[in-house]
Structures are given as structure tokens and as C-alpha cells.
């Protein structure tokens, strides 16, 4: 299998795999001083620029990005460009997203001539009904009665998502939703799917509690009526660019490096995630014509502010077949801030896997921090929230790289170009440049008895929150 191929020839740079599956330190004969290590780096390192990933920052920075919007595909055509003026193949890849429609919405709760006031739930369905109602609980599967049909669902929150109680009632035909929360005095929450064709309105925990009780002594007819909500379909788009090797020096296997080009709304996202993207186009540049004899895919994702609906979309593409030929996944994701990281070491830099557990990536790129311009050891930890998670469930290596605790500006319109360090920039690409080339490089099974083949180190993992 094609991860057994990679594994394999990094043994022979000093890589043994432990027990447990990850990576360990082990014996290498000639072992190099730190001088001779980076020489191994050189290659590629020495070419990346960090004025260039600057620069690709500030014009992406320039308008927000939020995924299927204008500004979204501005920047998509602008990565798209700039990976086929290095000589790539390339793809724009499109998938279909929902967004809420929020126009002049107004909710209404009708309970024995009473109006609740309730909260209508983010992309509700429009409609106006008039039925009994029926208390379904947590609504969960399984547990809804089938006498909710035609009929208005009461239901707790809690324990399952909105959206999937929903469906569970919807599921029995239901014709209405009736949320109540779990705690506190609030009514503002919910959400609804695409397809979620019936009204759904938010109440406090008291009222919810005390329609249960009259639901209880008898039958009980409510109104609701829900305007101006419902949901939009838009077009985000993946940006996926690939470097086959030469036939005769194809090994099969494919190492990815990835990030997301979308933003939040109103939002500049220069770290977030401008600076990724510039690291993988910068990347891409540097490896353009460099001896390779892996396939390089690099991919920026749209839609990771939504849900990681890009990446979970282009993983959801791949066949078995070709998901085991992908033998690493690197995703850069907020790499340039010089508000983020506190003062831990590393400059602040970390490597998150999913499960928490050390693999081929974090093994690579710790040892290469000690060798580039960063001259220290990466520590890792766990932790999902970006796009290297679908990667980790197809069984891939895969590793986010972060600078952590996140910055103040993090999500807001002050994520702005003059908040980025260059030095960030050009250390994390270093480190990710490096690792990716130690496993595409034509010589990696040869350097067995190369004094300068890259030793492993011992890393530590730290339970370091992103803190936002």
C-alpha cells in the first residue's frame, strides 16, 4: 500500500516506527551536525521568500472572502492564476453551500391567544400553521411518537443538534417546530437545514416548561407563523493544484498541503487564513521544478468557516483507492500572526493532530523546526476545528500547523494585513517546505549513509487551548 511505500523509506532516514504507531527516535549511522542537516533543507528552503507570501496576504486581505460570495471567487481565481504561472495542473472545484436568508424576519407563537414572542431559528422555512402540539422530548431517533404527524412538535433542547431534531420530527411529518432551551432565560437559538421545510421558533426554558404542563392536561392548538427567514443556495469553490513526477520515478503516492481561502463575514482574514494560503502558493512555487517522485497536491479549501464543508466535500470525492496514495496532509491554517502564540516556545507554533497522537507529519515537522530558520522543536497537541480533520477520518497522516493561543483579532474585521509577521510566515513554510520535500525528494531511500540525513527528535505534546 502506498503510506507502507513512504514509511518505509523514511526508515532509512532515521524514522522507526514504535508500537504504538508513531514515530520514534531511532539509530542513524553518521549522524549530522546541525550545519549538514540543513544543508538537507537547502534546496528549498533558501528559495522561500516571505515578501511573496506578504504579498499574496495583502491582496487577499484587500476584500472580505466569506464563502460564496464575490470575494470568495476573486480570491479563488487569483490562487487558480498564480498555481498555473508555476506550471500546475489545475482544477476549480465547486460544491453547492446554504446559507440563511435573514430579510426583515419576524416570528409568531400563537398559545391560547397568546404571542410568545419567540426566536425564529436561523434559516427556518417560512410558513404559517396551525396545528396541535404534541411534546416529543429531546426528539431524538428512535423516540419521536408517530402521532406528531400533521402536528406541531414540542421539542427540549440539548444532547443531539438542532438540525438533526428537526429532522427526526420532520422525518414523522411534522408540520411545525417548537424549540425550547435547557437552561437560562434565553430564546436566541436554533438552526435549520436546507430542505428543513417547516417553521421553527426558539422560546425560553419557562415557557417551553410550562406548555409541556398544559400539553399535559389536554390537547393544545398553536400558531406559528414565520416570515422572511428560509435559505440561499451559493457556490463555493476548492482550488486544486497537482505535480505529477516523472513515470519512471513515480512512487504512486501523493503528499497534500492545504489551507483555507474563505473568511468569515466583513472579515479581512489576513491570518485567518490569507497567511495559509500564502504559504502553500509560495510552496508551490519553490517545488514547482524540483526533482520529485511523489505527486504534489496542494488545495486551498473553501466553505472552513462554515462547517469545514470544502474539505469534508473534496475528501468525500476521493475513492478509497486514491485516498490510501495520500500519505500526508499538511494544513497550514492561521501561520502569521504576531499577536498569536504568547511566549511559547516554538514562537508559539503547534502541530494539532485530531486524536492527539504523534504521525508522520509531526514527526517530520518537529525535527525540521530544529533544522530551519525556527531552530527549535515543535511541540503538538490536539485539537479538530480546520480542515486536516476529514483527512485524519479517510486514516491519512494529517496535522494542522497554528500558531496558538489565537490572536485578539481572530474573527474580526481588524484581522488586517498590518497584524502580520513576515518571520512567521517564512519559519512555518520552512518547516512545512522542508517535511513535504523529505518525503517527495527522488534520494529519500538513499540517504541511509548520507551525512546529512535528517535525524528525529523527541517532542513533547502540550495541552495548549487555541483560547478563542
Excluded at 422572511?228 to 457556490?235: L, N, P, Q, V, W
Excluded at 513535504?436 to 495541552?463: C, G, K, M
Amino acid at each position: 500500500m502506498a503510506k507502507k511505500k513512504v514509511i518505509s523509506a523514511l526508515l532509512t532516514a532515521g524514522l522507526v516506527l514504535s508500537v504504538n504507531g508513531a514515530y520514534a527516535q531511532g539509530p542513524v549511522s553518521g549522524a549530522p551536525n546541525q550545519n549538514a542537516a540543513s544543508a538537507f533543507d537547502n534546496k528549498i528552503i533558501k528559495k522561500i521568500n516571505a515578501d511573496n507570501m506578504y504579498n499574496t496576504v495583502a491582496y487577499l486581505s484587500e476584500v472580505p472572502r466569506q464563502a460564496g460570495t464575490p470575494g470568495e471567487l476573486r480570491g479563488v481565481q487569483y490562487i487558480e492564476g498564480k498555481f498555473k504561472e508555476y506550471g500546475y495542473e489545475t482544477e476549480i472545484q465547486p460544491f453547492k453551500i446554504y446559507s440563511a436568508i435573514r430579510n426583515n424576519v419576524s416570528g409568531l407563537l400563537e398559545v391560547g391567544g397568546q404571542d410568545l414572542k419567540p426566536y425564529v431559528m436561523t434559516g427556518s422555512y417560512s410558513g404559517d400553521v396551525t396545528a396541535e402540539v404534541v411534546n416529543v422530548g429531546l426528539a431524538k431517533a428512535g423516540t419521536v411518537p408517530d402521532s406528531v404527524k400533521g402536528k406541531i412538535a414540542l421539542i427540549e433542547r440539548g444532547d443531539i443538534t438542532f438540525v438533526e431534531k428537526i429532522q427526526n420530527v420532520l422525518d414523522k411529518g411534522a408540520v411545525g417546530v417548537i424549540m425550547y432551551n435547557n437552561t437560562g432565560t434565553s430564546n436566541g437559538f436554533g438552526q435549520a437545514a436546507y430542505g428543513q421545510n417547516i417553521p421553527a421558533v426558539s422560546i425560553t426554558r419557562a415557557q417551553g416548561l410550562a406548555l409541556a404542563d398544559q400539553v399535559k392536561n389536554g390537547p393544545v392548538t398553536a400558531h406559528i407563523k414565520v416570515t422572511g427567514s428560509g435559505m440561499e443556495e451559493k457556490t463555493s469553490y476548492n482550488v486544486i493544484a497537482k505535480m505529477k513526477p516523472n513515470k519512471n520515478k513515480d512512487t504512486g503516492q501523493v503528499v497534500m498541503i492545504g489551507a483555507h481561502h474563505d473568511s468569515v463575514p466583513n472579515g479581512p482574514g489576513a491570518n485567518d487564513d490569507a497567511s495559509g494560503v500564502s504559504a502553500v502558493l509560495e510552496l508551490a512555487r519553490v517545488m514547482a521544478n524540483m526533482p520529485i517522485d511523489t505527486e504534489l497536491r496542494f488545495v486551498t479549501f473553501g466553505s472552513e468557516e462554515l462547517g469545514l464543508l470544502g474539505s469534508y466535500h473534496y475528501a468525500g470525492t476521493l475513492s478509497d483507492e486514491e485516498a490510501d496514495k495520500i500519505v500526508a496532509h499538511f494544513q497550514m491554517d492561521m501561520i502569521g500572526s504576531k499577536d498569536a502564540g504568547g511566549d511559547n516556545k516554538a514562537n508559539g507554533l503547534i502541530m494539532y493532530t485530531i486524536d492527539g497522537k504523534k504521525n508522520l507529519v509531526t514527526d517530520l515537522a518537529s525535527a525540521a523546526g530544529a533544522r530551519t530558520a525556527l531552530g527549535e522543536i515543535v511541540p503538538y497537541g490536539q485539537l479538530g476545528r480546520s480542515d486536516h480533520q476529514p483527512f485524519h477520518e479517510l486514516g491519512i497522516p494529517a496535522a494542522l500547523f497554528i500558531h496558538s493561543p489565537l490572536e485578539p483579532w481572530y474573527h474580526t474585521p481588524a484581522d488586517t494585513i498590518d497584524k502580520i509577521d513576515k518571520q512567521k510566515l517564512q519559519e512555518t513554510a520552512e518547516i512545512v517546505g522542508a517535511s513535504v520535500y523529505q518525503i517527495a525528494r527522488p534520494d529519500t531511500p538513499a540517504l541511509e549513509h548520507s551525512r546529512v540525513a535528517p535525524q528525529p527528535v523527541d517532542y513533547d505534546f502540550e495541552n495548549r487551548p487555541p483560547g478563542a
